[in-house]
């Protein structure tokens, strides 16, 4: 009987280089086509639109779109190498970083583990090297790129918190079956990816968390207004502070002093970026060292957070936040915050 022969994939090997001539920039958005992705994963392009397409509720259009014809024949016009099948009766779809992550949590396997993993620690040596450069690039294009990779990292943590979740609600009910596996690729896969150095933690609820991911839980306990307290102020600041509830007033106290401030430019691309955020700031006339967090001030709900560094650098060193229970000895304070000047950023 002749030995059946196997098929062997040729793995991509996932580099800076291989990366950005595959990137496009396409509606104002950085995006990957799917023909180039099937490559990585190993998959036909037919095979792997299928996979997206059996889990089409996962893609919104800023995660993935189809290609107009023009937008097809200006790729093509535009970048011969494109990887665009000219045979084919449908025009390719693209992905965008945000849908590459949403991706990951579709494709299954050793093969796409590895290749997910690759990709990601490409994608944060290629925006490493953009910050590590900062000089060469404008202040509006650094301020974009912070603040993709903020909510990037955010929403990474945010996956593979909700995987831990629901790895335990699994574990719950498998109790006693010994046989049965509840530990999820994915989750090993974001654990790699947001590894200490990478992520920053800081102690809250007596456990350590995602620095980043707290301090926008917290506010979005808000109900009616944010106050924080804090003279170290910069752009990571403001992109804590970006999914409040809407209508809430926040005001940030602050005489923004430090190496890092927060620059005009930074404040007023980050409220065209976010229009809804209700957002004002005010000095603290150099009487505060202590960082504070207020929720609902006034009202029967107000809360007050203690906070050890500043939230533009939680995590940096061990710190941690504390919820003050005590609430009725801030009152004056605050009351006193609300009637000083406002606060001019410099340009």
């Not at 991509?12 to 992705?37: N, W």
């Not at 900062?134 to 996956?159: C, F, H, P, V």
């Not at 707290?214 to 502070?241: C, F, M, P, W």
Request: charged share 30%.
């Amino acid at each position: 009987m002749a030995e059946e022969k196997k098929e062997e994939i040729a793995v991509i090997e996932i580099t800076e280089e291989y990366m950005k001539e595959r990137i496009y920039e396409i509606r104002g958005q950085r995006v990957i086509l799917d023909s180039d992705l099937s490559e990585i994963y190993g998959y036909t392009t037919k095979a792997f639109n299928q996979q997206v397409k059996n889990n089409i509720e996962k893609f919104d259009e800023d995660f993935m779109f189809e290609l107009t014809d023009d937008e097809v024949e200006d790729l093509r016009s535009n970048f011969l190498t494109a990887n665009l099948n000219s045979k084919s009766r449908y025009n390719p779809h693209v992905f965008t970083e945000q849908g590459l992550y949403m991706l990951m949590t579709v494709l299954k396997g050793p093969l796409a583990v590895k290749q997910s993993k690759a990709l990601i620690r490409t994608f944060k040596r290629m925006k490493d090297y953009i910050l590590e450069n900062r000089d060469l690039i404008g202040q509006r294009e650094l301020l974009q790129l912070s603040m993709e990779t903020a909510n990037n990292r955010i929403e990474i943590s945010k996956i593979n918190s909700d995987m831990i979740s629901l790895e335990k609600q699994i574990s719950d009910v498998a109790e006693g079956l010994k046989d049965v596996v509840t530990k999820s690729e994915l989750a090993d896969m974001m654990n790699s990816f947001i590894s200490d150095d990478d992520e920053k933690w800081l102690m809250f609820n007596a456990k350590f968390s995602s620095a980043d991911e707290v301090y926008e839980s917290i506010y979005r306990q808000a109900k009616s207004s944010i106050y924080v307290v804090d003279n170290y102020i910069g752009l990571r600041t403001l992109v804590h502070l970006k999914n409040s509830p809407t209508g809430v007033n926040i005001i940030l106290f602050s005489d923004n002093v430090g190496n890092n401030k927060l620059h005009n430019i930074e404040y007023t691309d980050f409220r065209k970026e976010y229009p809804t955020v209700k957002l004002s700031m005010k000095k603290t006339d150099g009487i505060f060292h202590d960082r504070f967090i207020v929720l609902d001030y006034g009202t029967a709900d107000e809360r007050v957070f203690l906070c050890g560094a500043s939230s533009k650098d939680a995590g940096a060193r061990i710190t941690s936040i504390v919820e003050d229970y005590g609430i009725a000895k801030y009152n004056s304070v605050i009351a006193g915050l609300l009637k000083n000047s406002a606060l001019v950023l410099p340009k």
